[in-house]
């Protein structure tokens, strides 16, 4: 009885609030409402988190404005960044966050309780080669003025520590480096969710050398790739592994005093050479594909064929525009294509290899 009580009670409060529909008003429920409240965006810490924010500061404005012309009324939208890549797919898989940029490693680890609707489309590089030394010196400095491309690469970069500067001549002499010499190293690396900083470096190390990542004897684990070049620069690490080309994001911030920050806010890292000769690549991954925009699937105000079109639509009306470009510039996304869960059946490949 008291259960019956507190149900007919439940009932009665949502009622109040929300309002109760029956087959004679045409059907109409609340999962049809077009109103949110607030919706939650997150994206990754593949940049500083400072720099994220204040690149997306215009998002919630043009983004509520998209969604009002695909019939939506949001209230607010709010932006935040996960400590790690891990952090924002549990926030989704909790519905605690309704939309997040994920990695497509990160995607396929979290695909049961997320579900993608973007996929990002990108500038590449002026350069593409899988042989290590042609990405390296001043001279091979990456532009990025290529064609429009649906993956990107892992490069895998020797700091300019003592150590790391013996392996960058090894590869820059055109011989290839033992497992003894990588083994040898002192590795900074993402969480395993990370595919430009785990999963695909693994598998280049599968490919070349028949080990992974966690078979390395020196191996830390970092909370993002600011963190990385940080380290790399600070000659921590001997090596360390990011998207190609991350030496173009920090090659200002690589060369200024540590008491600086270059124009998009990056604290200096404190050299004085230039990134292109002192961090040097020493290995090239397999192409990976590119970055989702992902729904949680425990929202069904989110989580609904209606909404997730008009998301769809919204975002690629946003990065169209001159003012979108620039927000979704942080990222290195140019444009948003529709995806389907099936285009990431390769990234759950690589994750099952990777955790295997």
Request: proline residues 3%; negative net charge; aromatic residues 8%.
């Amino acid at each position: 009885m008291k259960k019956l009580l507190a149900s007919l009670l439940a009932l009665a409060m949502i009622c109040t609030l929300g309002g109760c529909s029956s087959n004679d008003n045409g059907g109409e429920t609340a999962g049809n409402d077009k109103t949110l409240e607030k919706l939650t965006l997150e994206f990754v810490p593949s940049k500083d988190a400072d720099v994220i924010i204040t690149g997306t500061a215009n998002l919630p404005e043009l983004l509520i404005a998209a969604l009002a012309e695909e019939g939506y009324e949001v209230g607010e939208v709010d932006i935040t960044v996960g400590t790690s890549y891990d952090a924002t797919g549990e926030a989704m898989a909790a519905g605690t966050i309704d939309v997040g940029w994920l990695p497509g490693g990160t995607y396929a680890l979290y695909s049961d309780e997320v579900d993608v609707i973007l996929t990002a489309t990108r500038n590449g590089l002026s350069n593409d080669s899988e042989n290590p030394s042609d990405w390296n010196g001043v001279e091979n400095a990456t532009k990025k003025d290529g064609p429009q491309v649906t993956y990107y690469r892992s490069l895998i970069y020797a700091a300019p520590s003592a150590y790391g500067k013996q392996l960058a001549e090894k590869v820059n002499n055109g011989e290839k480096l033992t497992w003894e010499e990588l083994d040898k190293a002192n590795w900074a690396v993402l969480k395993t969710s990370s595919s430009a900083g785990y999963i695909y470096p693994t598998l280049w190390l599968l490919e070349n050398y028949n080990k992974k990542i966690s078979d390395l004897s020196n191996v830390v684990t970092l909370d993002g790739y600011g963190t990385a070049f940080a380290q790399a620069a600070a000659e921590s690490v001997d090596i360390i592994v990011c998207y190609a080309d991350g030496r173009n994001d920090y090659e200002d911030s690589w060369a200024i005093p540590t008491d600086s920050a270059d124009a998009t806010g990056k604290a200096g890292l404190g050299r004085e050479a230039s990134i292109w000769e002192e961090l040097n690549v020493i290995g090239v991954t397999d192409g990976i594909y590119n970055d989702t925009v992902a729904v949680t699937k425990a929202n069904p105000e989110i989580y609904n064929e209606e909404f997730i079109t008009a998301l769809q639509n919204a975002l690629i009306k946003v990065i169209e525009s001159d003012e979108g470009k620039a927000i979704f510039e942080v990222y290195s996304h140019t444009g948003y294509a529709k995806a389907t869960d099936a285009d990431y059946d390769g990234a759950r490949a690589a994750l099952e290899v990777v955790q295997n």
